[in-house]
């Protein structure tokens, strides 16, 4: 029932930027996790970047200094800020959110994946 929709991708010169934005809509309850990765062409899906509802944000050592995610608690969004722009960065970027959910049984975890927004870094 959750929906993750991506937008902000598209094809920006080396050292340009651009603005990821996610926004998780449907039922949800709490959110443990949101965050980026990605994959580029003939490779495996990477983590870019993560925020945690509790915890420190985490980064992958190619996009540190970089990039910079933050959220939108109220509108269950988030975003990624990407600066410095390299041709390495060129792939398709996925948004993920998990999720938590108090049930009789016990605490339920569950995970969303978007579809994917395609970022293009010309040299």
């Known amino acids: 029932q959750v929906q993750l929709v991506e937008s902000g991708g598209g094809s920006v010169r080396a050292g340009g930027s651009l603005r990821l934005s996610c926004a998780a809509s449907?039922?949800?309850?709490?959110?443990?996790?949101m965050g980026w990765y990605r994959q580029a062409q003939g490779k495996q899906r990477e983590l870019v970047a993560a925020?945690?509802?509790?915890?420190?944000?985490n980064y992958a050592d190619s996009v540190k200094g970089r990039f910079t995610i933050s959220r939108d608690t109220a509108n269950n969004a988030v975003y990624l800020a990407m600066n410095s722009l390299k041709p390495e960065d060129n792939a398709a970027y996925y948004c993920?959110?998990?999720?938590?959910?108090?049930?009789?049984?016990?605490?339920?975890?569950?995970?969303?994946w978007g579809r994917g927004t395609k970022v293009t870094v010309s040299s």
């Open positions: 993920k959110v998990t999720t938590t959910e108090v049930r009789i049984q016990g605490i339920v975890a569950y995970k969303f």
């Open positions: 449907g039922v949800i309850f709490r959110i443990k996790t």
């Open positions: 925020i945690p509802t509790d915890g420190d944000t």
